[in-house]
Nanobody, 124 residues
Framework: QLQLVESGGGLVQPGGSLRLSCAAS???????IGWFRQAPGKEREAFLC????????NYIDSMSGRFTASRDNAKRTAYLQMNSLIPEDTAIYYC??????????????????WGQGAQVTVSS
């Protein structure tokens, strides 16, 4: 099976941090990893992408200083570090893999494989 498994979500207080992991059952050497989130009542949106070689593209300026994407291809895992979380960050967070290597665009249609989603709730 070719799949991505996310972990690390949960409940966190405002100002806190979480790190999501996105573990692949396949080598990630040729895949860009996109990060999406879907807040309650809103559409899913891409906010980060990290290329197969580690180049990061930020799509939402207000998130770029608090959210950091990284990857360890040897471990077949991508990571999302989330800092200084605010209630508006509450959403389901998804990782997705794109075999095109680079971060071509923000479309969900670009991505070949998806994680199951990780719920992140920021609340006091």
């Amino acid at each position: 099976q070719l799949q991505l498994v996310e972990s690390g979500g949960g409940l966190v207080q405002p100002g806190g941090s979480l790190r999501l992991s996105c573990a692949a059952s396949f080598t990630l050497d040729n895949y860009a990893i996109g990060w999406f989130r879907q807040a309650p009542g809103k559409e899913r949106e891409a906010f980060l992408c990290i290329s197969s070689s580690g180049h990061v593209r930020n799509y939402i300026d207000s998130m770029s200083g608090r959210f950091t994407a990284s990857r360890d291809n040897a471990k077949r895992t991508a990571y999302l570090q989330m800092n200084s979380l605010i209630p508006e960050d509450t959403a389901i967070y998804y990782c997705a893999a794109d075999g095109g290597r680079a971060c071509w665009d923000r479309s969900m249609m670009t991505y070949d494989y998806w994680g199951q989603g990780a719920q992140v709730t920021v609340s006091s």
